[in-house]
């Protein structure tokens, strides 16, 4: 469950305090707060509603569901306008009314959608392939439509993820705890949250669900996942020090569980060396990079985002390194963030958060700079 506080007084009761409402589950902290909330909250005249859409956490779902489709719809709006949807070819969903997205690596008139219809053929693939049994390699595949467009095969982000994380979110809330599809689910929409910036909301989603994992006994792979989205949240809000140790901890359990090759211990590591990086650990931050970027590039490819991340954290570490600020260290970043924008915008398109940022940081380096590095672009680049 995801909802986390008490629906009248807003007192954190984390995920088993509390008394629930007999009919639609709406969580109390206690009587009080129940019988007020039926008197002057409006509870007695939603509480049948609550209860007819599934209950208190379905309820709750449908309707943040239906607002993250608005503020998705919105925001893409100047870009979808006079475009049809690729599934349902209409431009206004025939029921819902809402507007078109776009929020991948589609360049053109290509693939511009529904939510809905987005949603709608997610979960029709994947309740196919639990159905006929086709096994986990389909299944994963198919349960990878929640993230990445099918089109483009580049995961959504910002809006538009978030949206279709409340989708997923909203068709598997139902399903018993121990359902594994459900965990997989609050992934999704703790992702979902995360690439919209919503890290208050994503962090009280990933809590909820490391409580959850620990209660169910799941397998330590599933722990450490969780966690390294954990510390990410911890680093957005300014927790730093929370975050570099449990990135840290991370980084060493992948490590022992999955060896050096392997994209989770890679994400790992790149998770910790921003954070290294973030706090001005130069020197560490560029070890560590030195002996995983290689291993990325064998494991991943060169055009990967993981892999441009990693170079990108690393030519970071150089340029605000006081202690490197050779004018040869200097070049050697620039030109490498250059190549790392190009080879960015070329894959994942301009308006993606990784092209955004390097260009936005890109825009803060002197031009003077810049200029020496261009005429310099024949430098070797190390990493
Ligand atoms: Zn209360
Ligand atoms: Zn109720
Ligand atoms: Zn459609
Ligand atoms: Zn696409």
């Not at 990878?144 to 978030?162: A, F, I, N, P, T």
């Not at 949250?193 to 909820?208: F, H, I, K, M, P």
Request: net charge positive; hydrophobic share 35%; aromatic share 6%.
């Amino acid at each position: 469950m995801i909802l986390t506080q008490c629906a009248f007084c807003a007192v954190d009761l984390g995920l088993s305090l509390g008394k629930k409402c007999g009919r639609c589950s709406t969580r109390y902290c206690g009587a009080a707060c129940q019988e007020q909330h039926w008197k002057e909250g409006g509870h007695d005249k939603l509480c049948k509603k609550i209860k007819k859409a599934g209950g208190a956490e379905q309820y709750n779902a449908n309707n943040k569901y239906a607002e993250a489709v608005a503020v998705a719809a919105e925001a893409c709006a100047e870009d979808t306008k006079g475009q049809t949807c690729y599934i349902c070819t209409q431009s206004l969903h025939w029921k819902t009314k809402e507007g078109l997205v776009r929020g991948c690596a589609c360049r053109g008139t290509a693939g511009f959608a529904h939510v809905s219809c987005l949603a709608e053929q997610a979960k029709i693939l994947f309740a196919e392939g639990e159905e006929n049994n086709l096994g986990v390699e389909v299944l994963n595949a198919r349960w990878g439509r929640w993230s990445d467009c099918s089109l483009c095969e580049q995961e959504y982000h910002g809006v538009v993820r978030c949206a279709l994380g409340w989708a997923c979110w909203k068709t598997y809330v139902g399903r018993p705890e121990r359902d594994q599809v459900r965990g997989l689910a609050m992934t999704v929409l703790g992702n979902g949250l995360t690439g919209a910036n919503r890290y208050e909301d994503a962090l009280s989603v990933r809590e909820a669900e490391l409580s959850m994992l620990r209660r169910l006994g799941a397998s330590e792979r599933s722990v450490l996942a969780v966690q390294g989205n954990l510390a990410v949240l911890y680093e957005e809000l300014g927790r730093v020090e929370e975050a570099l140790r449990m990135k840290q901890d991370v980084y060493a359990g992948h490590l022992k569980l999955n060896g050096e090759d392997n994209v989770s211990t890679l994400m790992a590591a790149n998770n910790y060396a921003a954070t290294l990086k973030d706090l001005r650990r130069f020197e560490e931050t560029r070890s560590l990079l030195r002996r995983t970027i290689p291993v990325a590039r064998r494991v991943v490819g060169e055009g990967d985002g993981l892999t441009l991340r990693m170079r990108y954290t690393y030519a970071r570490a150089l340029y605000e390194d006081p202690g490197a600020m050779t004018l040869e260290y200097l070049r050697e970043a620039v030109t490498t963030i250059e190549e790392i924008e190009r080879t960015a915008r070329r894959v994942f398109g301009g308006s993606h958060p990784l092209t955004v940022e390097i260009e936005r940081f890109l825009h803060k380096i002197p031009s003077t700079v810049r200029r020496e590095a261009d005429l310099e672009s024949q430098v070797k680049i190390s990493v």
